[in-house]
């Protein structure tokens, strides 16, 4: 179950750990995205790449490699993923849809949803992930908030909880993104992961071709 979640966060909020809200693609192959993050008990390495022709389709192959780092043989695991996002709706609130497919150990079909209201510098979001595993279904919902400090600067708070498991907590983040040159964007986030009582830490490289 997890590990299907993770997949589908690849793509959703571009990477297993890093807050962002979705955007569309630029037209063509033009969106190359690198992560890395760490953690008591894992590192993880991600990439994703983007291609986009419009509101609609803007397909997407994610692949993750994660390290284990508590067992005295680290364990290795490599999961690959594809997905589509689209907007659907676009006014006072931006309703954006993504649904995939993650192959691992436990593959399985995820879709999700993202709400977000642009409030001058300030953009509440609300997103929540479904997925379908060997028989289980799951939901988790992201409740969080944007500040845009100026055209180069944006900070960003998270939340998370399982809503299949009665709402329970399970995740606080914060992040900032910088866009450092036209064409590429720093992410550095840090957080904690409430369920493995552990923190995290995780840097990601957005490049855009134009």
């Not at 569309?24 to 992560?35: I, K, N, V």
Request: glycine content about 10%; proline content about 2%; overall charge negative.
């Amino acid at each position: 179950m997890k590990g299907v979640l993770l997949c589908a966060l690849i793509l959703f909020h571009s990477p297993s750990w890093a807050l962002d809200t979705t955007e569309a693609f630029a037209p063509g192959l033009s969106d190359f995205e690198f992560y890395g993050s760490h953690s008591r008990s894992e590192r993880t390495l991600s990439l994703v790449t983007g291609y986009g022709h419009s509101h609609w389709l803007n397909p997407s192959l994610g692949i993750e490699h994660r390290t284990a780092t508590t067992s005295e043989e680290a364990a290795i695991d490599t999961s690959f993923s594809i997905s589509n996002f689209a907007t659907v709706f676009s006014g006072l609130v931006e309703v954006d849809v993504l649904a995939g497919f993650c192959s691992k150990e436990d593959a399985g079909l995820f879709i999700g949803d993202e709400w977000t209201l642009p409030l001058g510098r300030y953009v509440p979001y609300l997103s929540n992930l479904f997925e379908s595993n060997q028989g289980e279904f799951n939901h988790t919902a992201t409740l969080g908030l944007s500040f845009q400090q100026n055209k180069n600067i944006e900070l960003f708070a998270e939340s998370g909880w399982d809503m299949s498991q009665g709402g329970e907590h399970t995740s606080l983040a914060l992040g900032v993104n910088v866009l450092s040159t036209a064409g590429l964007e720093v992410l550095a986030e840090a957080g904690m992961d409430i369920l493995e009582d552990q923190s995290y830490a995780s840097l990601g490289l957005i490049w855009t071709l134009d």
